[in-house]
């Protein structure tokens, strides 16, 4: 599945159509799912023959496609204490992580802060050939974490998005030089894709406004809510039918009949079903693109949903369940906040809601707003605690929410295992990831991925390794190499961005056969955009066929290894990975470029 990423055909058409289709270029190019481990080593890859006029030295050029797949999986854990701040202090062995109730080894373990890969990448000084135009500044710190900021403008009032829009114009304004922010609508009518640009993400913003797709916003007699229509359809509920015969006395002259005011009550309640139906729906569905879409950013990736929640009723648990499971396949984590922050319900509506005398229907009309607006926020609690976020609510205190949300801790841990004994059946495998002395302190982690349905070959796992390693910004040592980038301006609108691998041999594995000192090295270079998206990618594979004697010279020298892009001036990201067939050992860095 090759990755398709030239979007510039969808710029002449509407927003809402640049948004959905942005958004379905970019899935074909998931590569989102979490990681893959079978329980057991996987054999060597076997060496072709070896023939006396094999050259000893071979590259050749290879395409690259990536897959979707599982491996090693990595748990992103975040620890606070009783005041909220991150914890930095704990070791490997504080953490227990289970697979479906069964203890695992904790294989990979690290502690990490924003920025410090970025400021490694950087150490990789750009070198400069001959008549090439050196950088006059050193290039920008990589991204290394995006937040998507999703703004449900189908179901928030006028006055709770202006409050909660100004609380994430004021959260852009402490973004880190690492983070990239986004910014979508349930609606699909706004949209913006990452950047670090604030200026933008500030319009962006300004653009937000109410957006209800299918009601009209004229006043029902009575008003039924979607919560209530469903109950009195679905669920065959009578006193919410009563409830809402009798609310209808209100705003209905006093010579209808009870035949007629149940029959315009279940009209009512009929549109409400539908127009509430449709806009759940497509809530729903752009939430879905827009986990699609974080899904291949390399680095961290959380979703921020600001909403005030929406009925979610039995039959759309399938779509709610394919978001959560996507989501932790991705490892993206949501963090849901309650846009009405500490609300009270307000007996018999509020002053806009016709009124009436009859006590009973105040108190059961009262009843029934109370426990739609617990449902309505079901769905955000759902997201977030099916994915390891957190669902702030019950609170005014907004820009606090949104930085709890949104922020970047200051330390967080990678834990890494592979699975036991893992049956290929698809399966969903719940993680548990506790403290064995938690104290007062509270964890946030992923809770769980799927497992592959079949078991790889050994050379298609060896390229969705590759894949996953490419999308990611671990950086990995296994194999002794250097990440060098050079560049060259032909005009003032090009230049050659070249990449090079420097590899020593002295701590590779060679295997013998026919008498020849065999390996073989995969180098996949990757060019990202300086918000992180995804460029282009070029593969070379060197076989190498070593006599002894040419081994001998060769083990203490260091080859290298060049792949060329032709790109604009700019800045970029750089991310080099290479593997060995022998050892099947891996090595990824990043890097950066400033071309001027």
Same mark, same amino acid.
């Given at each position: 599945?090759?990755?398709?990423?030239?979007?510039?055909?969808?710029?002449?058409?509407?927003?809402?159509?640049?948004?959905?289709?942005?958004?379905?270029?970019? %899935?074909?190019?998931?590569c *989102?799912?979490? @990681?893959?481990?079978?329980?057991?080593?996987?054999? +060597?890859? !076997?060496? $072709? &023959?070896?023939?006396?006029?094999?050259?000893?030295?071979?590259?050749?050029?290879?395409?690259?496609?990536?897959?979707?797949?599982?491996?090693?999986?990595?748990?992103?854990?975040?620890?606070?204490?009783?005041?909220?701040?991150?914890?930095?202090?704990?070791?490997?062995?504080d953490?227990?992580?289970?697979?479906?109730?069964?203890?695992?080894?904790?294989?990979?373990?690290?502690?990490?802060?924003?920025?410090?890969?970025?400021? %490694?990448?950087?150490?990789? *000084?750009?070198? @400069?050939q001959p008549?090439?135009?050196?950088?006059? +500044?050193? !290039?920008? $710190? &990589?991204?290394?974490?995006?937040?998507?900021?999703?703004?449900?403008?189908?179901?928030?009032?006028?006055?709770?998005?202006?409050?909660?829009?100004?609380?994430?114009?004021?959260?852009?304004?402490?973004?880190?030089?690492?983070?990239?922010?986004?910014i979508?609508?349930?609606?699909?009518?706004?949209?913006?894709?990452?950047?670090?640009?604030?200026?933008?993400?500030?319009?962006?913003?300004?653009?937000?406004?109410?957006?209800?797709?299918?009601?009209?916003? *004229?006043?029902?007699?009575?008003?039924?809510?979607?919560?209530q229509?469903d109950?009195?359809?679905?669920?065959?509920?009578?006193?919410?039918?009563?409830?809402?015969v009798?609310?209808?006395?209100?705003?209905?002259?006093?010579?209808?009949?009870?035949?007629?005011?149940?029959?315009?009550?279940?009209?009512?309640?009929?549109?409400?079903l539908?127009?509430?139906?449709?806009?759940?729906?497509?809530?729903?569905?752009?939430f879905?693109?827009?986990?699609?879409?974080?899904?291949?950013?390399?680095?961290?990736r959380?979703?921020?949903?600001?909403?005030?929640?929406?009925?979610?009723p039995?039959?759309?648990?399938?779509?709610?369940?394919?978001?959560?499971?996507?989501?932790?396949?991705?490892?993206?984590?949501?963090?849901?906040?309650?846009?009405?922050g500490?609300?009270?319900?307000?007996?018999?509506?509020?002053?806009?809601?016709?009124?009436g005398?009859?006590?009973?229907?105040?108190?059961m009309?009262?009843?029934?707003?109370?426990?739609?607006?617990?449902?309505?926020?079901?769905?955000?609690?759902?997201?977030?605690?099916?994915?390891?976020?957190?669902?702030?609510?019950?609170?005014?205190?907004?820009?606090?929410?949104?930085?709890k949300?949104?922020?970047?801790?200051?330390?967080?841990?990678?834990?890494?295992?592979?699975?036991?004994?893992?049956?290929?059946?698809?399966?969903?495998h719940?993680?548990?990831?506790?403290?064995?002395?938690?104290?007062?302190?509270?964890?946030q982690?992923?809770?769980?991925?799927?497992?592959?349905?079949?078991?790889a070959?050994?050379?298609?796992?060896?390229q969705?390794?590759?894949?996953?390693?490419?999308?990611?910004?671990?950086?990995?040592?296994?194999?002794?190499?250097?990440?060098?980038?050079?560049?060259?301006?032909?005009?003032?609108?090009?230049?050659?961005?070249?990449?090079?691998?420097?590899?020593?041999?002295?701590?590779?594995?060679?295997?013998?056969?026919?008498?020849?000192?065999?390996?073989?090295?995969?180098?996949?270079?990757?060019?990202f955009?300086?918000n992180?998206?995804?460029?282009?990618?070029?593969?070379?594979?060197?076989?190498?066929?070593?006599?002894?004697?040419?081994?001998?010279?060769?083990?203490?020298?260091?080859?290298?290894?060049?792949?060329?892009?032709?790109?604009?001036?700019?800045?970029?990201?750089?991310?080099?990975?290479?593997?060995?067939?022998?050892?099947?050992?891996?090595?990824?860095?990043?890097?950066?470029?400033?071309?001027?």
């Amino acid at each position: 599945m090759r990755i398709v990423h030239n979007l510039n055909q969808y710029a002449g058409r509407a927003p809402s159509q640049r948004f959905q289709a942005w958004l379905l270029v970019y %899935a074909v190019a998931v590569c *989102a799912a979490a @990681v893959h481990g079978y329980g057991q080593e996987k054999p +060597a890859e !076997p060496a $072709p &023959a070896v023939q006396k006029n094999t050259p000893e030295l071979n590259t050749r050029e290879a395409a690259v496609t990536f897959k979707s797949k599982v491996n090693l999986v990595l748990v992103t854990v975040v620890v606070r204490d009783a005041q909220g701040r991150a914890v930095g202090t704990l070791k490997q062995e504080d953490f227990q992580l289970l697979d479906k109730g069964k203890p695992q080894l904790i294989s990979k373990f690290s502690v990490e802060r924003p920025g410090m890969r970025a400021a %490694a990448a950087n150490q990789n *000084a750009s070198e @400069v050939q001959p008549g090439a135009v050196a950088p006059t +500044a050193p !290039p920008p $710190p &990589a991204p290394e974490r995006f937040v998507a900021y999703l703004f449900d403008d189908i179901h928030l009032n006028f006055g709770d998005l202006v409050r909660i829009r100004d609380a994430a114009d004021r959260q852009f304004g402490s973004l880190e030089v690492t983070d990239r922010a986004a910014i979508y609508s349930t609606s699909g009518q706004t949209m913006l894709d990452f950047t670090d640009d604030r200026e933008k993400l500030h319009e962006t913003l300004l653009r937000l406004q109410p957006r209800p797709v299918a009601r009209t916003g *004229a006043m029902e007699c009575p008003p039924v809510t979607y919560y209530q229509a469903d109950l009195i359809f679905n669920k065959n509920d009578n006193q919410a039918l009563q409830a809402a015969v009798l609310d209808a006395q209100t705003c209905m002259p006093p010579s209808t009949t009870p035949q007629m005011m149940e029959q315009m009550v279940r009209g009512s309640a009929q549109r409400a079903l539908s127009e509430g139906g449709a806009e759940t729906h497509l809530a729903l569905r752009v939430f879905l693109d827009a986990v699609r879409r974080i899904s291949i950013m390399p680095g961290q990736r959380s979703i921020v949903l600001l909403s005030p929640g929406f009925f979610t009723p039995l039959d759309v648990y399938q779509e709610k369940s394919e978001i959560v499971d996507r989501a932790v396949r991705a490892n993206v984590i949501v963090n849901a906040v309650d846009a009405r922050g500490l609300y009270t319900i307000i007996p018999g509506g509020d002053a806009s809601q016709p009124s009436g005398g009859n006590p009973l229907a105040a108190g059961m009309k009262a009843q029934f707003q109370t426990t739609s607006a617990l449902a309505e926020a079901d769905v955000l609690a759902e997201l977030a605690e099916g994915t390891g976020g957190t669902f702030q609510h019950s609170s005014n205190d907004l820009d606090g929410g949104l930085k709890k949300a949104a922020g970047a801790p200051e330390y967080f841990y990678i834990l890494g295992f592979s699975p036991q004994n893992l049956k290929l059946d698809g399966s969903f495998h719940k993680l548990k990831v506790v403290l064995k002395e938690p104290g007062k302190m509270t964890l946030q982690a992923r809770r769980g991925y799927s497992a592959p349905r079949r078991e790889a070959d050994p050379a298609e796992a060896a390229q969705l390794e590759i894949q996953e390693a490419v999308f990611s910004r671990e950086e990995m040592r296994d194999l002794p190499i250097e990440l060098h980038t050079q560049f060259f301006k032909a005009t003032d609108e090009s230049a050659r961005l070249s990449i090079l691998a420097r590899v020593d041999l002295r701590q590779i594995h060679f295997r013998k056969v026919d008498g020849r000192n065999c390996n073989n090295l995969t180098v996949v270079s990757a060019l990202f955009d300086r918000n992180g998206n995804y460029i282009t990618a070029a593969e070379k594979r060197l076989e190498m066929r070593l006599r002894d004697e040419t081994l001998e010279n060769k083990i203490r020298s260091v080859i290298t290894l060049k792949t060329n892009f032709d790109v604009k001036p700019g800045s970029y990201m750089v991310r080099l990975v290479v593997r060995d067939t022998e050892g099947q050992l891996m090595a990824a860095q990043n890097g950066a470029v400033e071309i001027q």
